[in-house]
């Protein structure tokens, strides 16, 4: 992971060396018209009707995940389609 900033998406990190993918961030949002294959982080989650899914305190968590990648220099991360509920 990379820091990025852009007009849109200030202070936030890249996802780097994902095979066939580019310009993967790591940013704020909370449903699903707020990214395009970004990754939102969210302190909870729920649903708005059928398959309306959102993620909730994204700022917060988002501001918290770069904390500790401000002060780390290596990070790993695993994706799944589990949910935790």
Known sequence: MH???SLKYKN???IKRVPGRTNILLHAG???KDTLGCLMPGKNWGALG???FYVGS???ALQEIIS???STKQVEINITNDFEG
Do not use: I
């Open 3 to 5: 820091p990025y900033s």
């Open 30 to 32: 909370n449903y699903h």
């Open 50 to 52: 059928d398959k309306h």
């Open 68 to 70: 500790v990648l401000n």
């Open 12 to 14: 936030v990190y890249e």
């Open 58 to 60: 994204s700022k917060r």
